[in-house]
């Protein structure tokens, strides 16, 4: 690491508790959540590791088959699995893995580094204006996200209110809020497009 005049920061210092050891997860994924260059870091040594284990020429040493995907992406601290082909038929070997909950948004995490944000933003307008798969996709997955962070946010108003959030209401109710959210995007792609317009 010195011959490549890499920076090195120690995150966890002298001896560790078994609490503090449990909570390293946790701690990890949160870095990933701060600064999208961990998180894009921790991807891409995680699909090298695949790759390089797949293609090594001792395969019969490095058994592909007896590698458990799940375990090895959380400790690669994943929030998503990348796709790649070679975890395309591997669904039961990645049961032991927990992806990060849809009410992240994955593509909002940003760079602490101001000069990689802003490239990172010129290419996802680019990339959102240009409209192809990618960006239906991006779109979809923002919208989702932030739904949940709204449904997230109304179950913490009504705890706060002093209501049982998952009490049963009525369905009046229900269809109300239903109507209140279709509003609110409505109003939210009328001002997309009104600024595409312009």
């Known amino acids: 690491v010195e011959t490549k005049t890499m920076a090195v920061e120690e995150t966890l210092k002298g001896d560790m508790t078994i609490e503090q050891i449990s909570n390293v997860l946790v701690q990890v994924r949160n870095l990933c959540l701060q600064d999208r260059d961990i998180l894009e870091k921790g991807t891409k040594a995680f699909t090298s590791f695949i790759r390089a284990y797949k293609e090594h ?15 090895l992406a959380t400790s690669f601290c994943l929030l998503r699995l990348p796709k790649m082909p070679e975890l395309r038929d591997q669904s039961d070997k990645l049961q032991n893995f927990t992806p990060a909950g849809p009410e992240i948004n994955i593509h909002s995490i940003s760079f602490k580094d101001k000069v990689l944000e802003k490239a990172r933003q010129k290419r996802l307008a680019s990339e959102l204006a240009a409209g192809g798969k990618n960006a239906k996709q991006i779109i979809a997955e923002q919208r989702q996200a932030e739904r949940m962070q709204r449904q997230k946010e109304r179950r913490q108003a009504e705890v706060a209110k002093g209501r049982n959030p998952h009490k049963k209401r009525g369905r009046q109710a229900q269809i109300f809020d239903e109507w209140e959210e279709l509003a609110k995007e409505e109003r939210l792609y009328k001002k997309l497009r009104r600024k595409k317009n312009h």
């Open 57 to 71: 020429y001792c395969a019969f040493i490095f058994r592909f088959a007896s590698l458990d995907l799940g375990h």
